[in-house]
């Protein structure tokens, strides 16, 4: 199986995060972007101040990939409007597909109309500039339970105010890769997970994003209906390795 259509390769550390300076952390990010043009992967993915830098690099080299970004990231605490503005800014930028960070602590609380309002409008954002739009859960945050509900309430929103031509433009995904678990639980992609996800959200399409690391995983997602699948180590997974990444 070609699993390079299947991956969006990631890279979303601060320089901070990645112990570097901003220099540095530029010059990774570049290295990333060269990859993925080189490996044909179905996309970069990356913060959203450096969407200006892969969008030039791509357009360069004349290639396909594809730049994706992420919005209110990672707690997904962000007001609507200030979502709103970071990803209309992405766009401007060069992004083509937007993967909001769910206020799942909202959600968690109880806030429905909050959840379905911020899924309406930053749906309908990426809809009028012909954007993909994707909706992390983070799933390593929520119970079995909420799992259900959240991707249920995302494909109920989009199912009552899109036609059905667009339902594949909206994913529901599993992670940002940077949620804290304890005990050395998993705070990405796992098989029940994913399949919970699945039977809910469908006929909107699955991400599967952090905890595949081998492509013997990657594949197995990909037969459970997967449409996408978020790796660090994109290349590595490619081509029959392992991933060295905790994403």
Known sequence: MNLKQYL????????????????????IVQKFVQEAIDEQFKLIMIRPNMVKIARKMIDEQKSKVLVGTVISFPEGENTLQEKLDEALQAIQDGADELDYVCNYKAFKKGETELLKNEILQGTKLAFQHHKIAKWIIEVAALTDAEIVQLSALIKNVIIA???????PNVFVKSSTGFYKTENGLPNGATVPTIIMMIENSSPL??????????YE?????????????????AKAIANGGTSSGNY
């Open 217 to 233: 995983e990657a594949v197995e997602m990909i037969k459970l209906g997967v449409k996408r699948i978020g790796t660090s180590s």
């Open 8 to 27: 969006d390769s990631t890279y979303l550390k601060t320089a901070e995060q990645a112990g570097v300076t901003e220099k540095e952390n530029t010059e």
């Open 161 to 167: 105010n899109f036609k059905e031509e667009s339902f």
């Open 205 to 214: 399409p699955v991400k599967a994003a952090g905890g595949v690391r081998t």
